[in-house]
């Protein structure tokens, strides 16, 4: 597994932390415009570059092309990232990169690096985890808000950005946040929400997962307490609705099967994104109500006997919510089992889901089932700088 795509690896930590500005807020996972991308290459420029960029091309595609993107990549690559927007449409003012040279390879998972955050004057800070894994993120952020005369400041928590979920006045946190806080084990659970509400400036901060450890009888990148690593691969915030309600989609292992005509997991598989879909939907505390929908989420083992899994996403996707339009962009994945490769069946149920909740959905093609098989997707390679 080359290093740019591996979801594990050493830890970094940065002993640094800068100053808050003004009234801070994360940026919105779903609400307004999609303004600007940032994109991670890896130093590699043979077949795992030629594959993200082909992910590129899709993004790229889909989107409309006034999105400007800053891209971090070698100096080698430039030419060919410069020609693959060309090739769909881009001007070269839609283009900002970023050289590398000289540092250690990043990995393609942008998501990752930070967490964006706004103050009311459109300033941005970069809150970047208290701890880093894959040792070539590091100094992403650093790029970025140097490049872009962005603020930096440390989380107190190993907040990935794959792991929060903002919405109007609220985020959704993967349960595994709040065990990465240095006073886990001394703080109650509600101080360190607290902790939370604040470094992300909303007044309501929900942890999603278990108390108990979750255990699949396959290896297919599961947190410590959420049945995925990060939330977003199984979780998709769509906006208010015309109740008042937050509409969240929550990814169902037992629909894709059914889609499929194959055998259902059994409840250890399927039962902790059930659990999450059965909390969302009966939350009454602080904050938010929720209206619940799922989406087909297919777990996938490998044919090799080595007991690993993926799970091929489509809550790893990119909402876009104004008040004139509600568009989703969702991986287009394939079908590995057919001769042809053809698109998969779940690619028309998700897209009628989304449809059936008053989405336009555009799918993104690209080889999002070989990234999935990493850890990630289309979400994941992507991180949303502005709105």
Not at 74 to 87: D, E, I, K, Q
């Amino acid at each position: 597994m080359n290093a740019g795509y591996a979801r594990t690896s050493g830890s970094r930590h940065l002993d640094w932390r800068g100053p808050r500005g003004p009234r801070e807020c994360i940026v919105s996972a779903v609400h307004g415009r999609i303004r600007r991308i940032l994109l991670t290459c890896p130093h590699d420029s043979g077949g795992e570059f030629r594959a993200l960029l082909r992910a590129y091309r899709g993004l790229f595609r889909a989107l409309d092309t006034d999105v400007a993107y800053v891209v971090l990549a070698p100096g080698r690559l430039h030419a060919a990232l410069r020609a693959a927007a060309a090739r769909e449409g881009l001007g070269p003012e839609s283009l900002t990169l970023v050289t590398t040279d000289g540092q250690p390879t990043p990995s393609i998972w942008a998501r990752d690096v930070a967490c964006v955050l706004s103050d009311a004057s459109g300033v941005s800070t970069l809150l970047v985890p208290r701890s880093i894994e894959r040792a070539g993120d590091h100094l992403v952020a650093e790029c970025v808000a140097a490049a872009l005369g962005m603020r930096l400041r440390r989380s107190e928590f190993a907040l990935e950005g794959g792991n929060v979920l903002a919405g109007a006045g609220f985020a959704l946190v993967g349960r595994d946040v709040l065990s990465s806080h240095s006073a886990h084990g001394r703080a109650t659970r509600a101080a360190l929400v607290e902790r939370l509400q604040a470094e992300l400036g909303v007044p309501h901060v929900l942890a999603i997962g278990s108390d108990g450890p979750i255990e699949f009888p396959v290896a297919a990148f599961q947190g410590k307490r959420q049945p995925i690593f990060h939330i977003d691969a199984y979780l998709t915030l769509g906006g208010t609705t015309a109740q008042g309600r937050e509409l969240v989609f929550v990814g169902d292992v037992r629909l894709a099967k059914r889609v499929l005509g194959e055998p259902a997991p059994g409840p250890q598989v399927s039962g902790p994104f059930d659990a999450v879909a059965g909390w969302l939907a009966a939350y009454a505390g602080p904050g938010p109500r929720f209206e619940v929908r799922r989406l087909p989420l297919d777990l996938s083992i490998a044919h090799d006997g080595s007991g690993h899994g993926a799970f091929l996403t489509y809550n790893n996707s990119l909402v876009e919510v104004t008040p004139s339009s509600q568009r989703v962009y969702f991986p287009s994945y394939v079908d590995e089992q057919a001769e042809d490769a053809g698109p998969s069946r779940l690619n028309a149920v998700a897209a009628e889901a989304f449809a059936a909740a008053g989405f336009e959905p555009v799918a993104v093609r690209g080889p999002f089932t070989r990234l999935c098989w990493h850890g990630g997707s289309l979400r994941c390679i992507t991180n949303v700088l502005e709105r």
